[in-house]
C-alpha cells in the first residue's frame, strides 16, 4: 500500500523546515525533536552540496529518534526551487539552515501536505510489507516522475520487507530508474537481507542523550522532575517519551509504573516465582506498545540495579531508591546481567513480530530460574 500521509512528522517536518530558515525558532519544542544529529544532517548536507547523493539511502537507528523527519527534509530539499538555488556560505551552521526547504514553495506545500505524487511512502500491511506493495511500487517506477525534480521512495520499517519483497526490490534499488532515489529506514539493519544492505549508503542515527531529552521534554513545559524520569525511560528515544507522557499524565502515576515493574522484578527471587511470572507476562499481553514501553523500563531499572551495587548516585530511577537497593541486594551482578539479556531477547522478539504473550511467558519462565 502506497501512503502519502502520515501527519504527525509532518507536523514536526514543518516546525522543522521553518525554524531553521528562519534562524530563530517560532516553535522551538517541535525543531528540537532533532537533536544530537548534527553528523548525520552533515553527512547529507555534504552529499546535497556536492551532488554526490547515492541512489539508495538507509537510515538505521532506534524509533523516535528523528529518521522519518529527516527523510521527508532530505526529500523537500531535493526538490525545493529555494534549496537548491543557495550558494555554499562556507559557515557550518548557515550551511546546516541553507540545506533545509523552504516549506512554502508549490513542492514542499505538497510534500508537506502528503500529496506529492512523486514522494512514494511504503511502510508494513499489518506486519509486513508484502511483495504485492513492492510489485504496485516497481510498477510506477516505469513511468517518469510527474513533477519532482528527483523522485524519493521512503520505505519506512523497510526490516518488514519478507524475502520475496526485498528480492523484488533489488533490481530497482540497483538500477534505479532516472532521477529517483531511495530511502529505506530501519531500527534494524541485521534483519534486512544483505545484499538490500549492500546496495544502499548507510547512515546510522545515534540515540538522544539523557541530557537531550530532558531538555526537550522541560521545553515542552513538563517539569524538571516528571522530565528527567521520562528521559530515563525512554532509552535514548525523543517519540518514546512523547509516548510516554502522553500516557501517564503525572508523575505519581510515573512512579507507580515504575514501583508496580520493580516489584515484579523482585518477584523473580520468591519461590512462587513463576506462577507470579506468568501473571505477570499475562498483564503485559494486553497489549504490544505496553508491553514494549514495560520492557524498556525494566530494561532502565535492571542497569540501575547493576550500577547501584558500584556508584548509587548515578541510577536513573533516583525516586526508587529504596527499592532498587533492597532488590540490587538480592541479586548477583551476574544473575542481573542474565535477568536483562532474557528481558532484551523478549524485546527484541515482540518488535519482530514474535506472538506477544509466547514472548512474555518465556521470558517469565526464563526470569523465575535465575
Ligand atoms: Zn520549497
Not at 517519540?239 to 510515573?254: H, P, Q
Request: net charge positive; aromatic share 6%.
Amino acid at each position: 500500500m502506497l501512503t502519502g500521509a502520515f501527519p504527525k512528522i509532518l507536523t514536526w517536518l514543518c516546525a522543522l523546515a521553518w525554524s531553521h530558515r528562519a534562524n530563530k525558532p517560532e516553535n522551538p519544542s517541535m525543531f528540537d525533536a532533532i537533536i544530537d544529529q548534527e553528523n548525520e544532517i552533515g553527512r547529507l548536507i555534504f552529499m546535497f552540496k556536492n551532488r554526490s547523493i547515492p541512489h539508495a539511502l538507509l537510515f538505521s537507528g532506534i524509533e523516535g529518534i528523528g529518521k522519518r523527519t529527516i527523510a521527508l527534509t532530505f526529500a523537500m530539499a531535493l526538490n525545493c526551487p529555494e534549496s537548491n538555488q543557495k550558494k555554499d556560505s562556507g559557515n557550518t551552521s548557515m550551511e546546516m539552515a541553507s540545506f533545509f526547504p523552504c516549506s512554502s514553495c508549490r513542492s514542499c506545500h505538497k510534500i508537506l501536505s502528503g500529496v506529492h505524487p512523486d514522494i512514494l511512502h511504503i511502510s508494513p500491511s499489518g506486519n509486513m510489507i508484502k511483495i504485492a506493495q513492492i510489485r504496485e511500487l516497481c510498477s510506477k517506477l516505469l513511468l517518469k516522475p510527474y513533477e519532482a525534480k528527483t523522485r524519493v521512495v521512503i520505505i519506512d520499517d523497510a526490516h518488514s520487507m519478507n524475502p520475496e519483497s526485498s528480492n523484488a526490490l533489488l533490481k530497482s534499488l540497483e538500477e534505479p530508474p532516472e532521477n529517483t532515489m531511495f530511502i529505506l529506514i530501519t531500527n534494524q539493519t541485521s534483519d534486512l537481507l544483505p545484499t538490500i544492505v549492500s546496495r544502499c549508503q548507510e547512515i546510522g542515527f545515534n540515540p538522544i542523550s539523557l541530557n537531550g531529552i530532558e531538555t526537550f521534554l522541560t521545553r515542552r513545559g513538563l517539569d524538571p522532575e516528571r522530565a528527567g524520569i521520562l528521559a530515563s525511560m525512554a532509552n535514548g528515544s525523543i517519540g518514546k517519551a512523547l509516548i510516554l507522557s502522553e500516557k501517564t499524565n503525572s508523575s505519581k502515576g510515573l512512579f507507580s509504573f515504575r514501583k508496580w515493574l520493580a516489584d515484579e522484578i523482585e518477584l523473580c527471587k520468591d519461590s512462587t516465582s513463576l506462577t507470579s511470572g506468568l501473571l505477570f507476562a499475562e498483564k503485559l499481553s494486553s497489549k504490544k506498545d505496553f508491553a514494549l514501553n514495560a520492557l524498556d523500563v525494566m530494561i532502565s531499572l535492571m542497569r540501575d540495579l547493576v550500577i547501584y551495587k558500584f556508584s548509587p548516585d548515578k541510577i536513573l530511577n533516583r525516586d526508587l531508591e529504596q527499592s532498587i537497593a533492597r532488590i540490587s541486594y538480592r541479586f548477583s551482578v551476574p544473575d542481573l546481567l542474565l535477568m536483562n539479556a532474557h528481558i532484551q531477547r523478549a524485546q527484541k522478539n515482540i518488535q519482530a513480530n514474535a506472538a506477544l504473550r509466547l514472548s512474555l511467558e518465556i521470558m517469565a519462565f526464563n526470569l523465575s530460574r535465575v
